[in-house]
Structures are given as C-alpha cells and as structure tokens.
C-alpha cells in the first residue's frame, strides 16, 4: 500500500472555480505534511505546509484531519496559471529522513 | 544563489554504460536526497544523506551508488546502466532531518537504450 495516496484526475475546472483535492496518508506517526506543486516537466516545488490548525496562503487552504489520516487542499478562484501536479507529502517517520509523496493530482484550469 | 543545480540536464546512455548525475547546493542544508519519478509511480527515493560522511539507502537503491563528497554536493552513479533506470532524475535538499520543507532541482532527463 503507498504511503501516501491521491486521486490523480485529472480535474478540469473553469477559470474562477473552487476546486479541491484530497490525500490519504497511512503512517499514525507522521508529523509534517506539505502540498507541492510540479509544472510539467519541471521540478516539484513547495506550494505551502500543512498544519493541524489549517492554514491559508492567499487562494490557497490547507487542513489536516489527524483523526482521518487525510490532507486537504483548497484553491479558490481558480486561475490558468493553477494547471499542474500537485503533490499531497507526509513525513516518513519510521525512516527519519525522508518525505512520502503522493504521485500527483493533475489539475487544469480552462478558460 | 543558484539553490540546487544538477549537470546534466540531458544524458543518452547505452546499456551497459555508467554515468555519474552531479548535484550541488549552496543553501547550506544538511541533508540531501535523490528522487526518481516515473509516469504512473511518482517520486521514488533512492538513497539519502543525513548529513556530511553519511548515506543511506531509499525505497529503489538497486543499480545505483552515491558519494556525499562534501556539505555541497551528492553525486548518483549508475555502474552500468539498464533500460529500466531510464527516468527523470531529482536531487532535493533539506535543512536538517526529514520532517522539513525539500528543496528540488531541476532534474536530470536519462534515456537508456
């Protein structure tokens, strides 16, 4: 079973939708959780972290459901520049040095 | 600062060939990391490195060695290359242990034929 699982899509949304995206995780023991983002053929990039509290960046909010083992991620207004992979991560704390990442949820915005 | 850089960004092996991918910080991190991804498999973990003088093996380390030379940089090397290693290459960085943001580069594009 992978570690970290998503939806791949892809979802196909209209400019100005709100969009969102679920993981799973199967590690109890996790402790840090991101969403990155990987334009094609480009490097995954760190779009925001996720803490219990939930957080917002502008667009974007993430929450974190520790009871449910899931991650979630809010965009709003969804904009073209939104279309790529995005990455739900756990920490992978029975290694102590590495990050679980999701294999992806394509998203593309379309005028 | 350049961040992470790798050379080279392109590589065309025949099997059998071996090969060393370069990877280099100047984000002063500790840790460094090599990634395959795959269509359909998502990111893979090969081997990591803790810290300056230490490495450990990931999820796919077969066919695969690494070097941590110094703080800066973590070389991957593929001893003699098979078709299945064909992929896209990425080395990340983190500050300090695996609970933190990485920080990727832009990856490694190696076709074996």
């Known amino acids: 079973r992978k570690e970290v699982e998503q939806d791949p899509g892809p979802f196909n949304v209209p400019e100005g939708a709100t969009v969102a995206f679920n993981c799973t995780y199967s590690n109890s023991a996790s402790q840090s959780f991101f969403w990155y983002r990987q334009d094609c053929r480009k490097e995954p990039k760190l779009l925001m972290s996720?803490?219990?509290s939930g957080n917002e960046d502008g667009r974007f909010t993430a929450q974190l459901n520790r009871a449910s083992q899931y991650i979630s991620l809010l965009i709003r207004d969804s904009k073209l520049s939104d279309s790529a992979t995005y990455l739900c991560?756990?920490?992978?704390?029975?290694?102590?040095?590495?990050?679980?990442f999701g294999k992806g949820t394509s998203l593309l915005v379309t005028p | 600062n350049a961040g992470v850089t790798q050379t080279p960004k392109f590589q065309v092996l025949k099997t059998g060939q071996s090969m060393t991918l370069q990877c280099a910080q100047d984000?002063?991190?500790?840790?460094m990391y090599w990634y395959r991804q795959d269509p359909g498999m998502g990111l893979r973990l090969i081997y990591y490195s803790a810290s300056e003088g230490t490495t450990d093996k990931g999820e796919v380390p077969n066919g695969y060695n690494v070097s941590r030379l110094n703080k800066r940089e973590f070389s991957l090397r593929l001893e003699s290359a098979a078709p299945s290693q064909t992929s896209v290459y990425f080395c990340?960085?983190?500050?300090?242990?695996?609970?933190?943001?990485?920080?990727f580069g832009p990856g490694t594009r190696l076709l074996v034929l």
């Open positions: 996720v803490y219990s």
């Open positions: 991560v756990a920490d992978n704390s029975n290694s102590g040095y590495a990050l679980n």
């Open positions: 984000m002063n991190h500790n840790s």
């Open positions: 990340a960085t983190g500050l300090a242990g695996g609970q933190e943001t990485q920080y």
